[in-house]
């Protein structure tokens, strides 16, 4: 897993999807059983490293060349299930699994995808100037923290209204994660490793960034 291009922990939290470059210079998905160390490969072809986990844990979204944005079930390992032929990358899913925040290979642009088989993604326009990179929803659904373009962490609530939130102070960031339970926000930032305590409310309150490690 060292030569690892992405990766996503499931809910569980003991299990990981892997994105691997193979030999054959094919990406391949994996998954790491994180307490026994046993790994089982599932397909070949990925046309992006973005791998993430359904919200219950039981598949995995990814972009698959010829197929586009594709559903895999960790058991029948070498299948997909479509579902958009556009190649888009998965960004996260909503965590009562309905949306699924999505990136373009052919803009800067996020989508959001409504997982009801039936809708189209849709372009998600931010008020950040230059647009997000790798959005995660809240826990609750109502906001989203993303890497601006432009560099920078912000916060804005979900559907867009125009407010907005720069969280990062002064730190570049990279791209950021909400916590389960909705209490913070950790992104990477250079070498080193951030957290932000969410204070709920209308509007929420952020602390000052705070340094929880030393290393990414």
Do not use: M
């Amino acid at each position: 897993a060292t030569n690892s291009l992405g990766s996503d922990i499931a809910p569980d939290g003991a299990h990981a999807a892997v994105a691997i470059p193979a030999i054959s210079g094919s990406l391949e998905l994996w998954i790491y059983d994180l307490r026994s160390g046993e790994r089982q490969r599932l397909l070949s072809g990925l046309c992006g490293s973005e791998v993430r986990w359904t919200a219950d844990g039981r598949g995995i979204y990814a972009c698959l060349s010829g197929s586009g944005l594709v559903k895999i079930d960790p058991s029948r390992p070498g299948q997909a299930d479509t579902l958009t032929r556009a190649a888009f990358y998965p960004s996260f899913p909503s965590r009562d699994g309905r949306l699924l925040l999505l990136g373009s290979p052919l803009s800067d642009s996020t989508f959001v995808l409504t997982l009801d088989g039936k809708s189209a993604p849709q372009p998600v326009v931010y008020t950040t100037p230059g647009g997000a990179y790798q959005p995660d929803f809240s826990p609750d659904g109502h906001w989203v923290v993303y890497l601006g373009r432009a560099g920078g962490v912000f916060v804005e609530p979900f559907p867009i209204t125009g407010e907005v939130y720069r969280i990062s102070a002064q730190l570049e960031g990279d791209v950021p994660t909400w916590s389960p339970s909705g209490a913070e926000i950790v992104f990477p930032s250079g070498s080193r490793l951030y957290s932000v305590t969410v204070h709920p409310g209308l509007p929420p309150r952020f602390d000052p960034p705070r340094l929880i490690s030393t290393q990414r």
